[in-house]
């Protein structure tokens, strides 16, 4: 199934240096010119960002390259806090003018808010860190590689695929990205960071005769790493492509022709490959202040998991046990210092089946200290670009393991009927991030403790609080994986983040089984 790394982490000596071209901006030009004219106008708290993104992406159909993307994006932003007002606004030029300009416009939105604005903007204190610097551990640049070696790569992977009796047609995509960013206020933090992340998802078809098709898409998941992640393999700690592209035609065959699966409780035994997916929706986005607090409301609902609740909110079994994580090795969220100049950190969310905590910035932890009984943000501020204001984003929020815990093919002799859930695929969830279901990549039937075949047209269906109590199993690390997404939606104008979620193998008991080919009236 691969394996995932160890490496990278919380603020540290970086295994590369921060891209020349970057440091050779006009950083301390820009930053001394913005922070003195906000201060000089009266803001109390000014901060500037400024970012450069490149991101590449190829996308092949039956192993031949469709289309082909490299562009760089460099901006950057004045935020600040001005008689109690948020102020912000951006540019692109990247000039001293240009940044005074910039800082002026954005003193001047929050004078002109200021009447609208009911609740004065405290921020959380937070330690000075003078020229910081972060980069995210990863061996080899994805931007340094040729195109053409990566087109060989991933296409020949497709081609390997469509070359299989039962493939019909093969898509393809990779995606990589690296992100650098600059912050500085007028406390005197200033940090200078890298991060690089990669995204390669394969999906056979097979169609029937008759006109049905079925498909399989790879489960590697998307990592803070570079190229290696593609060919470096298991022994550097990578996926292995090759094993996983050979087995994917004959699972898709067998999905195929597996029976359709009668509705009804079934134990489950889920892969952290599927797994990941509904922590995310509801425990990653649930448990955001903003959205329990109903900051948050357009964009995909609030939370029914409101502040009154922490500390006596069951979320799930005594087994539970989710933590926040700005610091994981190779976490999609993983970063140094936070858009809001905070060190990352790692915390409990659900301790023990409890709500424990939440993913804050720094206005929401000033704002509610007392009832968090926390003095400072965990830092999960984020914006997707120099263009936008930091939001409230997730971390990497994941369920621990249990130290010398079963591996999964002792989770699943456990079980006497049941199904072995592996890989995301589609999902639905309320705005109150409850009630839900969830489907996969395949489904395996297990009988009296052994998996027996494949089942198709499997959802899995309940309520968060529900789902979570069934926990009756939890895996070992050797079962731990990291899965995640590239394109987590938030905010109105919408952004988009990169967050990964770990999990162990796991056993529901119990848990309601729709069947999807019936739930559409087929």
């Not at 020229?131 to 053409?148: E, K």
């Not at 004959?250 to 889920?270: F, T």
Request: proline share 5%; glycine share 12%.
């Amino acid at each position: 199934m691969g394996a995932h790394a160890s490496g990278g982490g919380t603020p540290a000596t970086p295994p590369h240096d921060v891209d020349p071209e970057f440091l050779a901006l006009p950083r301390a030009a820009l930053t001394d010119a913005a922070l003195q004219t906000a201060r000089d106008l009266g803001a109390n708290h000014a901060d500037i960002r400024i970012e450069r993104l490149r991101d590449g992406a190829l996308s092949f159909r039956d192993g031949n390259l469709e289309s082909s993307h490299d562009g760089t994006t460099v901006g950057f932003a004045v935020r600040v806090v001005h008689e109690g007002t948020w102020g912000f606004a951006a540019g692109v030029d990247l000039t001293v003018d240009e940044a005074v300009r910039v800082a002026r416009e954005a003193v001047e939105i929050a004078r002109v808010a200021r009447p609208l604005n009911s609740e004065a903007i405290e921020l959380a204190d937070e330690p000075v860190y003078a020229d910081a610097t972060w980069v995210s551990a990863y061996a080899v640049n994805p931007f340094a590689i040729d195109v053409r070696e990566k087109v060989d790569r991933v296409g020949g992977l497709c081609r390997t695929l469509l070359g299989a009796p039962d493939v019909d047609h093969v898509d393809g995509h990779f995606n990589s990205v690296v992100e650098n960013k600059y912050y500085a206020d007028l406390a005197g933090t200033s940090t200078t960071q890298q991060r690089v992340r990669v995204i390669c998802q394969l999906e056979a078809t097979r169609v029937d005769p008759g006109g049905g098709f079925e498909t399989m898409r790879t489960i590697a998941p998307p990592v803070g790493r570079g190229w290696e992640w593609l060919v470096a393999g298991p022994a550097a700690g990578c996926w292995d492509w090759d094993t996983e592209v050979d087995t994917i035609p004959g699972l898709l065959a067998e999905k195929a022709k597996a029976s359709s699966v009668e509705p009804g409780r079934y134990d489950l035994v889920i892969d952290p490959s599927n797994l990941w997916l509904t922590i995310h929706e509801s425990v990653g986005h649930a448990t955001e202040l903003d959205r329990a607090l109903g900051y948050e409301a357009a964009y995909a609902g609030t939370s029914f998991a409101t502040l009154d609740k922490l500390g006596n909110l069951r979320y799930g079994s005594p087994l539970m046990n989710i933590t926040g994580d700005r610091t994981a090795p190779h976490g999609l969220a993983t970063i140094g210092y936070d858009d809001e100049g905070v060190r990352t950190t790692r915390w409990d969310i659900v301790r023990a089946g409890t709500l424990a905590g939440y993913q804050l910035d720094r206005r929401m932890a000033a704002a509610n200290a007392a009832r968090l009984g926390v003095t400072r943000s965990n830092g999960c501020a984020f914006a997707d670009s120099a263009g936008h204001v930091p939001l409230q984003r997730m971390a990497n929020v994941s369920l621990a393991p249990v130290p010398g815990g079963p591996g999964t093919e002792e989770l699943i002799s456990g079980v006497d009927r049941g199904i072995y859930v592996v890989g995301d695929k589609s999902w639905s969830i309320d705005m109150q991030r409850y009630n839900f279901q969830f489907t996969g990549q395949r489904f395996y039937e297990i009988r009296k403790g052994r998996i027996v075949g494949q089942l198709r047209d499997v959802a899995y269906q309940a309520t968060t609080t529900d789902f979570w109590g069934a926990l009756d199993g939890v895996g070992g690390e050797q079962t731990y994986m990291l899965g995640g997404a590239f394109n987590c939606g938030k905010g109105q104008p919408g952004q988009v983040a990169a967050v990964s979620h770990g999990a162990p193998s796991t056993l529901f008991r119990g848990v309601n089984i729709l069947n999807t080919r019936r739930e559409a009236g087929r």
